[in-house]
């Protein structure tokens, strides 16, 4: 009988003492968890290119960052190693990985007002599964003593007879110019992408070979007048350590295409969080970084790359290349568009 007297106010103590000191675990496990946080970021941006941006958000944060970095196969580790995945963020450039890691449902969506403010709705997924963080313009580069200024304007320029083997790319299948493909086929339709893509071929001074660096040296060289190429490179080739880079960058005029009409063609580099991130709240803290100012002007201290925060505005060196109007077509259409771009460039052989 005691008991039960005892018992009834014994109870609520217990409660209120039990509620307390589960209140003041998690307080004590959130402070101190976060200051030990981690996450585990794999990337296909090489490590020189996104320390700057480790630094800077640990430094912000305290969160520390831990890079798994692979050119290729980050997809097919990330789907093998399923729920037990240590990623929690996935970084890579161009549309066609992006999609790549949405197709394989390695995402998850990301609810964050920040990013849907800092980040054009062109320039992210609709479902909120990847994001752009910066946007990359694949243009057209002539040569400085062969062809004039305002003599090219357009990607649909390369198909005039005048550019006659004169013309150089890498090849049609590569990302870059399977993007470039697809946003002709959103501008025109196939069959005359198709006809524009035929003479594009055409007009090659060479088989199609090499990375986009290697078309400015042909220029350099002067074995073609005209290419294809993201004018991140430009930069790189002229700030580079590489002698002969700085040459074949000396030799080539920049060209931001589509002026008069859609705007010069676009592509992103992005990301993600991981489907089975462990630490998704610190995960969506780095995407969140990676918009915000100091982030968005590192991408153009770094690689050339242009912010897609549009409160941003573009400084340094690529603000000496001049503004330019880009082309607003909802990269998500890239991705939509590059089986049909690929199929064109396989029948034309580019
Ligand atoms: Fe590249």
Known sequence: MKMTRFAFPYFKLTRQYLAAAVFMAITASTSIGFAAEKINIYSHRQQVLIQPFLDAFTAKTGIETNVVYSSKGLAQRLKAE???????????????RLSEYADLDLLTP???????ANIPSRLRSEDNRWFGFSERARILVTSKTRVAEGAVLDLEDLAKPEWKGRICSRAGSHDYNRALVASMIAAHGEAATETWARGVVGNLARKPQGNDRSQAKAIFQGLCDVAIMNSYYYGNMKFGDKADQKDWAQSIRLVFTNQSNR?????????????YAKNKMAAIAFLEFLTEEKAQHLYGEINFEYPVNPSVLVNGELASWGRFKPDTLPIERLAALAPKAQMIIDRVGW
């Open 82 to 96: 399923g729920p037990a995945s240590p990623a929690d963020v996935i970084l890579t450039v161009d549309i066609a």
């Open 263 to 275: 705007g010069n063609h676009m592509n992103i580099s992005g990301g993600g969080v991981a489907k």
């Open 110 to 116: 990301v609810d964050s007002s920040i990013l849907q």
